[in-house]
Structures are given as C-alpha cells and as structure tokens.
C-alpha cells in the first residue's frame, strides 16, 4: 500500500513569509495529525481531524497556523506570517479510527527552514 | 507537553551488543508504542504493547511495559550499525480520542 506523502520535502522562507504544506494519507484512513518536530525534539501534536472535522486543535497556534482538510482525505497545514521559531520538521501521520492497536503510519516530513 | 520521557537520550554501543532503552510516562495509557526515526526522516512504527501485557517480543525488540511504574523499556538484541537511528515511545491514552504523545527521544548509534 501507497505510504502517507508528504510535499514539499523541504522548504526555506523568510520570516513573515507564508508558506503551506500538503499531505495525502493512507487511503481509507479516516483520522490524519500534523505534528511538529523540532531538531532533537520528539514530536508534537498540532492537530488532528477526524475525515474532515477537527478533534483536536488545542496546540496548534492559531495566530499563525491553519489547517484543513476539506473532502476528508487530503490536508495543508499553513503559517502565516512565519517566524525563526517555526524552524522544524512538520510531519503528517494518518491511521485507522477504530482501530487503536496498530500504529500510526508517518509521511517523511518537510522539512522548514525560516530565516 | 511531553507525556513520555526516554532514558537515556543518547546511547553509543558496538555492533552486535544489546541496546536497551526506557521510556517513563504520567498517566494512565490503552497502550505503548515504540517507533524508529532514521535521520531527515519519518518515523516508523515498531512495535505496541497493550496496558494489560508485559511483555512482547518482534524479531530482535523486545519490549517490556510495568504500568504500576509508569514505565517500558525497548531492548534491540544483537545491534547492527543499521540500527543506528531516533528511538521514541508514544503513549495512547486511555479514556480519549486516539492521540499519541512522543517522549523526546534516544539517539542511537551502533558502531561497527
């Protein structure tokens, strides 16, 4: 099976630019995350929808950052303006709702250098 | 927050010892996932051990869970340099929308 995509692979913006990322996930998998990952950090939830509603938005800051995902398959995350902080991997992940014993599968990240 | 937090945060070992990992959590989980980053990459799941299980083996992982602890250990046997890699364990609640917390992490190195 086709694995979670993830696009860009990498991306460097000036601060106060804009910038969106786009994941597609596994097909069939009703529930998709963003997480951020920051250099030698675990990662850290920002998100997370249930097909195309929002279960979860408690640590995404919303000043700046935006989701969707509008047909329940695949999402962009945005920030706008961006800051240095905002410098790290944000990864998406989906897995099976009902299914709470088996892992999530991860997109391989893209990677946001602001400068 | 970080829920789990692994011990310790790097571990450098010759290719063929045993590389064990912990990993200490706050409340109460449905299960423990150990999951593998290799570096610029995603990570990759490994291995879930439900709240009601000890003990579960896959291949050369081992992983041990003690909820009265609050604790799981991963033990890689016989390491190989291509093991080197990011080790993270996840936590799922109980009691709540499926949401996976990741400890900070144990950087691996297996050398050759």
């Known amino acids: 099976e086709a694995g979670v995509a993830q696009s860009p692979r990498y991306k460097i913006i000036e601060k106060r630019q804009s910038v969106a990322f786009w994941c597609n996930p596994i097909?069939?998998?009703?529930?998709l995350y963003w997480y951020q990952q920051i250099l030698g950090q675990g990662p850290k939830l920002l998100i997370q929808f249930q097909n195309n509603g929002v279960v979860d938005d408690s640590q995404l800051p919303k000043d700046r950052f935006s989701a969707e995902r509008l047909k329940g398959v695949d999402s962009t995350l945005k920030i706008q303006p961006a800051k240095l902080e905002d410098s790290a991997v944000y990864l998406c992940?989906?897995?099976?709702?009902?299914?709470?014993?088996?892992?999530?599968?991860f997109g391989s990240g893209t990677r946001l250098t602001v400068v | 927050s970080q829920q789990g937090e692994e011990d310790p945060q790097a571990l450098s070992i010759q290719e063929g010892e045993n590389a064990t990992m912990n990993c200490s959590y706050k409340?109460?989980?449905?299960?423990l996932q150990w999951y593998r980053q290799n570096s610029g990459r995603g990570l990759v799941h490994l291995i879930l051990i439900r709240s009601n299980e000890r003990e579960k083996h896959s291949g050369r992982l081992r992983v041990t869970l003690d909820t009265s602890k609050k604790s799981s250990s991963l033990l890689i046997t016989a390491s190989r340099a291509a093991d080197t890699a990011s080790y993270f364990c996840?936590?799922?609640?109980?009691?709540?929308?499926?949401?996976?917390?990741f400890g900070s992490g144990t950087q691996l190195t297996v050398l050759p």
């Open positions: 409340t109460s989980i449905n299960n």
């Open positions: 097909s069939g998998h009703a529930t």
């Open positions: 996840a936590t799922d609640p109980s009691g709540s929308a499926r949401q996976l917390t």
């Open positions: 992940a989906s897995s099976l709702h009902r299914d709470r014993e088996s892992g999530y599968t």
